[in-house]
């Protein structure tokens, strides 16, 4: 089982950035992709963001694009969320993910515990 920690969330005003951080350890090599999703009060988990540990191809949801990277330290074992000119919209707890494959999105099957992301109009 991999374990996933994520950081860099807080409180922004629209049009800032953050960027967050998730760290894996455990089973890492069992993971051969990373992901960001994020969930929106009343609302379903959503897909943002996805790569392979060795790089290359990026896949974004279309809300995102042109505003969000996603970046891979195999180094460190980290993947990045650079998250650019915020909307409120973005607002949500963004949750880091490990699973065999960037795409689709189901792919998905371990999960950090999340970090919050508020984004002021």
């Known amino acids: 089982q991999v374990q996933l920690v994520e950081s860099g969330g807080g409180l922004v005003q629209a049009g800032d950035s953050l960027r967050l951080s998730c760290t894996a350890s455990?089973?890492?090599?069992?993971?051969?992709?990373m992901g960001w999703f994020r969930q929106a009060p009343g609302k379903e988990r959503e897909f943002v963001a996805a790569?392979?540990?060795?790089?290359?191809?990026?896949y974004y949801a279309d809300s995102v694009k042109g505003r969000f990277t996603i970046s891979i330290d195999n180094a460190k074992n980290t993947v990045y969320l650079q998250m650019n000119s915020l909307k409120p919209e973005d607002t949500a707890v963004y949750y880091c993910?490990?699973?065999?494959?960037?795409?689709?999105?189901?792919?998905?099957?371990?999960w950090g515990q999340g970090t919050q992301v508020t984004v002021s109009s």
């Open positions: 455990g089973r890492t090599f069992s993971s051969a992709a």
């Open positions: 993910a490990a699973g065999p494959r960037p795409a689709p999105p189901q792919s998905f099957g371990s």
């Open positions: 790569i392979g540990w060795s790089g290359g191809r990026t």
